[in-house]
């Protein structure tokens, strides 16, 4: 059985790029990090409980990058990446993820 942890919801995230990013398989081109930890969530039929804890572990990741806890990677990015969905083309968002799945 498979311990899922924010480690194994970034290398199931980094999987799904290197598959060339499927949309909606399991993840969402207009879904930032955050609502991707949620349909990863979905998908493992974890915890809501789960999902709060790995969610701190994210904004913590964020914050020891001196990154915001909100916007990681810009306010500006984050909205015209979510209106032309590519929010899994941001350079910045998969060198994070790549780096937390190692």
């Not at 399991?26 to 930890?37: H, I, K, T």
Request: charged share 30%; glycine share 4%.
């Amino acid at each position: 059985m498979t311990e899922h942890t924010l480690r194994t919801f970034a290398q199931a995230y980094v999987d799904w790029l290197d598959r060339g990013a499927p949309e909606g398989d399991p993840f969402a081109y207009r879904a930032g990090l955050c609502d991707a930890l949620w349909a990863y969530r979905k998908q493992h039929n974890l915890s809501v409980e789960w999902e709060d804890d790995q969610f701190s572990n994210l904004v913590n990741k964020f914050e020891a990058r001196g990154l915001d806890e909100f916007y990681p990677f810009g306010k500006s990015d984050y909205v015209s990446r979510r209106r032309a969905a590519t929010m899994h083309k941001c350079p910045r968002r998969t060198a994070f993820i790549r780096e937390l799945a190692q």
